[in-house]
């Protein structure tokens, strides 16, 4: 019974390659996130969604594109892959969103190790 | 802004030790804190947290209260296992449920 899956769990891939990484949770939460954990274990958002809305953006390049077919999923493209793009990316979800009294907990996925070579 | 600071590892405590692992953090508004592990090959687990000032959260032995005169949410564990290994993430939560993480900071506990 897996809260928040992902697959690939590796994923190694030339240079200018496009791939994809999927996402779902079973936990019947209505937001979904991306992050990007580098070599030194830094975890930095990269986007988060709200019931198939886009809510954050961060400064990721335009290679980058989450999709969202429906809240228990978001899944995240990335055309032309560079070097720079090795690392572990983590898919997150949580119940709700903005505007609520205190954050909610994120629950976290296992993790993709993507390796570009 | 939002931001968080923890101490830098690694750590190395002998098995039975007192572990603390220093946070800190700067913020608008009334944020949440947490602290998740992450073991070898896995994603975040969260440990605890806590939602408003002068809370402690507390599970499996450790614990951290939210400290707002001293912006901080400091990790603490009376008597560290060997199991307690791993990497140890402090986290601030905005009213967006925007999370800010710590750098991360690896505890290796010996026997």
């Known amino acids: 019974d897996t809260a928040v899956s992902q697959t690939p769990k590796y994923l190694v891939t030339q240079m200018g390659n496009d791939k994809s990484i999927k996402c779902e949770q079973n936990?019947?939460?209505?937001?979904m996130y991306w992050y990007k954990q580098d070599s030194k274990k830094f975890l930095k958002i990269m986007f988060s969604?709200?019931?198939?809305?886009?809510?954050i953006n961060e400064t990721v390049p335009n290679r980058f594109s989450p999709k969202s077919p429906d809240k228990a999923h978001l899944n995240l493209h990335i055309n032309s892959l560079e070097l720079g793009d090795s690392a572990v990316y983590f898919c997150a979800s949580s119940l709700g969103l903005a505007g609520v009294v205190s954050a909610d907990t994120q629950y976290f996925g296992p993790g993709t190790r993507l390796t570009v070579l | 802004g939002n931001s968080v600071t923890q101490m830098e590892g690694p750590v190395t405590l002998s098995e039975e030790a007192f572990l603390t692992i220093n946070c800190t953090y700067t913020a608008t508004g009334y944020p949440s804190l947490f602290w998740y592990v992450q073991y070898p090959g896995e994603g975040l687990q969260l440990l605890l947290k806590a939602t408003k000032a002068d809370d402690k959260g507390s599970n499996k032995g450790f614990e951290a209260t939210y400290r707002k005169e001293t912006t901080s949410f400091h990790l603490e564990k009376g008597s560290v296992q060997v199991s307690d290994s791993a990497v140890y993430f402090c986290a601030l939560g905005d009213n967006f449920n925007k999370f800010y993480f710590g750098s991360g900071t690896k505890l290796n506990v010996k026997p």
């Open positions: 936990l019947g939460h209505d937001t």
């Open positions: 969604y709200n019931n198939k809305e886009l809510i």
